[in-house]
């Protein structure tokens, strides 16, 4: 050991001689000083004092201090001694510790409770739709076809709808349909129900849009959407068919019209004769107006003899009859300069005959001019086998004056 580390020990000694005397003194003042209640025995003696002052002296000049709650005996008080007068041994003195206290663990913070949002509670009247069950949006009608429409709606109100409660029109194309139809069961909230309404394609082509809501039994009209107002609606196209091009004709009889035979009651007339031949004549008139505003360009003008109810007539040549065939035509006249077809009042008449040259009558019609075409239609099936020559016919009713009388488009053929 160096002379320094002596002077040191030393030094460190002479320190703790001083502060045991120092403790020592204290510890004898202190002991007098507690005076026992009458009758007991003294708190502390000067023995016990002197005890406790050699302990703290030894643990200031030990090297290595006692571990702390170590058990036995200290070095000043043997073992098994009796307790110090008075009653219970005295603790001893803790021994100064340099131990670290522990680090308390960290308190959880308990996570933030979430306050409850009230439910709000949904209005008396309120629908939602749900699907078109029937005729989605967009959906292509013929003009004039009736159909049904289907919606499903739901009650997402806090009131039940009853059979009282209405499906009405609103606005828009109204489509022919009802004012209101009554809903078909009642409904409870959350449920849903179908409501159909009749209606007919209009007759113009075009994109048409209706309308519809709901009203309560108390006449209160309510729709759909977050502002229980909304209509729902219903929209179609409307598109015209396309029809298939006609059958061709077995027997065209305007173009075979020059080879029929055509008579008046003036005699025989040539085929395309002057339209001023007052004998009466027949003339093809392809794409001339027609009383109803239309024209064609199948066109066999029949004028009868320019006198009152005279006639004109032509037999075609022979055809066989098959099963199915028809006669068709359109009867009229043709329009005048202006637009109108004057005051043209005849009978049109079709007739045949047989092998043995018999007359039979197929038809008769009374037309005036009135703006309109009339279509005729014979089916020729009864005489299916035979051979027949068709005879086209025109009379006049009275005055002939005005009577351009024509045949549109006649055939025969099958449909």
């Known amino acids: 050991m160096s002379t320094r580390q002596k002077w040191l020990w030393i030094g460190g000694g002479l320190a703790a001689v001083l502060l045991l005397c120092g403790l020592l003194a204290g510890a004898v003042f202190l002991g ?3 005076t026992a209640a009458p009758g ?11 005890t406790w002052a050699a302990a703290t002296l030894q643990a200031l000049l030990s090297p290595t201090p006692p571990a702390p709650g170590a058990g036995g005996p200290s070095a000043t008080t043997p073992a098994g001694s009796p307790p110090p007068a008075g009653g219970s041994p005295a603790a001893s003195p803790t021994p100064m510790s340099t131990a670290v206290p522990p680090t308390p663990a960290p308190t959880a913070t308990p996570a933030p409770t979430a306050t409850p949002v009230p439910t709000a509670t949904p209005p008396c009247l309120a629908a939602s739709f749900v699907k078109d069950v029937t005729v989605p949006d967009g ?3 013929p003009p004039g ?3 049904t429409k289907t919606w499903r709606l739901r009650n997402v109100g806090s009131c039940t709808w009853t059979t009282a409660f209405e499906v009405y029109f609103d606005h828009g194309d109204h489509m022919n349909g009802p004012a209101d139809v009554n809903l078909p069961h009642a409904v409870d909230p959350g449920e849903t129900v179908d409501v159909s309404v009749e209606l007919t394609a209009p007759a113009d082509e075009g994109t048409y849009k209706g309308y519809w809501k709901l009203r309560s039994d108390g006449g209160e009209g309510f729709g759909i959407g977050a502002d229980r107002n909304t209509a729902f609606w219903v929209e179609i196209k409307v598109v015209a068919p396309t029809l298939p091009p006609p059958p061709p004709p077995v ?3 305007y173009e075979d019209a020059s080879s029929a035979q055509w008579v008046s009651g003036a005699g025989v007339l040539p085929f395309d004769g ?6 009466g004549f027949v003339k093809p008139q392809p794409g001339k107006l027609l009383e109803d505003g239309t024209t064609s360009s199948q066109i066999l003008e029949t004028h009868p003899q320019w006198v009152n109810d005279g006639a004109i007539s032509g037999l075609y040549p022979p055809i066989t009859v098959v099963d199915g065939y028809h006669f068709q035509a359109k009867i009229g006249f043709l329009a005048l300069g202006g637009g109108g077809c004057g005051v043209g009042d005849v009978i049109f008449q079709v007739n045949y005959r047989d ?3 018999t007359l039979h009558p197929l038809g008769q019609w009374h ?7 009339q279509f005729i239609d014979i089916d020729l099936s009864p005489l299916a086998g035979q051979s027949i020559r068709l005879v086209l016919a025109v009379m006049a009713n009275g005055s002939s004056a005005q009577d351009w009388a024509v045949w549109v488009e006649p055939k025969v053929l099958v449909p």
């Not at 002057?274 to 004998?279: I, L, M, S, T, V």
């Not at 037309?367 to 075409?373: A, M, N, Q, S």
Request: with cysteine; aromatic share 8%.
């Open 145 to 147: 076809e009736t159909f």
């Open 32 to 34: 007098r000083r507690m």
């Open 139 to 141: 959906t292509t009608f």
């Open 355 to 357: 092998e043995s040259d």
């Open 274 to 279: 002057p339209d001023d031949d007052d004998r």
């Open 367 to 373: 037309k005036t001019c009135d703006g309109t075409l």
């Open 251 to 253: 027997y065209n009889l």
């Open 40 to 50: 007991t025995p003294t708190g502390v003696s000067d023995a016990q004092v002197a």
